[in-house]
T-cell receptor, first 110, second 117 residues
Framework: RKEVEQDPGPFNVPEGATVAFNCTYSNSASQSFFWYRQDCRKEPKLLMSVYSSGNEDGRFTAQLNRASQYISLLIRDSKLSDSATYLCVVGRNTGNQFYFGTGTSLTVIP | DTAVSQTPKYLVTQMGNDKSIKCEQNLGHDTMYWYKQDSKKFLKIMFSYNNKELIINETVPNRFSPKSPDKAHLNLHINSLELGDSAVYFC????????????????FGPGTRLTVT
């Protein structure tokens, strides 16, 4: 079983739409959770960390459900510039190990 | 200022050659990493390294070896390159929280696109 699983999409949504991505992780010992964004032919960049109580950053909201080992990312009022691949990342302290999902592709259409 | 830098950005070479990719970070981080992103865009960790411990992903062939002259640098040396080594290689760094807390987020370099012909 993969450490981190994501729906690869693609998600094609109109500008202004709300879109949600989900991610599950297999190891209950995981301690840190992140969403990264990767543009075409670029490096991954941190979008936001995910905290147990859930957190929001502008149009982006992240949720964590430890019992279900499930992470989500909600994007409201989608912009053209949100088009990218969104990577779910799970970290464990042992060996500073990070596990990346395969990414979910989002295209926001005018 | 570039936080994590890699050179070269592009590398085209023939099978059987030996090559190195350099990585430097100016963030003062303790831990550095090498990742391989294949044609299917899956990002897979190859190594994580700090001045205390090198952790090798067991699936990485021993033709790949990380070399760290100091805390700010982690180079990747590849012997006897094969066609299947063609990929984008990303260097990353993070604070070291081993044994003391949650891992911090990682910062990535711009990547090195390696093509083996």
């Amino acid at each position: 079983r993969k450490e981190v699983e994501q729906d690869p999409g693609p998600f094609n949504v109109p500008e202004g739409a709300t879109v949600a991505f989900n991610c599950t992780y297999s190891n209950s010992a995981s301690q840190s959770f992140f969403w990264y964004r990767q543009d075409c032919r670029k490096e991954p960049k941190l979008l936001m960390s995910v905290y147990s109580s859930g957190n929001e950053d502008g149009r982006f909201t992240a949720q964590l459900n430890r019992a279900s080992q499930y992470i989500s990312l909600l994007i409201r009022d989608s912009k053209l510039s949100d088009s990218a691949t969104y990577l779910c990342v799970v970290g464990r302290n042992t060996g500073n190990q990070f596990y990346f999902g395969t990414g979910t592709s989002l295209t926001v259409i005018p | 200022d570039t936080a994590v830098s890699q050179t070269p950005k592009y590398l085209v070479t023939q099978m059987g050659n030996d090559k190195s990719i350099k990585c430097e970070q100016n963030l003062g981080h303790d831990t550095m990493y090498w990742y391989k992103q294949d044609s299917k865009k899956f990002l897979k960790i190859m190594f994580s390294y700090n001045n205390k411990e090198l952790i090798i992903n067991e699936t990485v062939p021993n033709r790949f070896s990380p070399k760290s002259p100091d805390k700010a640098h982690l180079n990747l040396h590849i012997n006897s390159l094969e066609l299947g080594d063609s990929a984008v290689y990303f260097c990353a760094s993070s604070q070291d929280r081993m044994g003391t807390g949650r891992p911090y987020e990682q910062y990535f370099g711009p990547g090195t696109r390696l093509t083996v012909t």
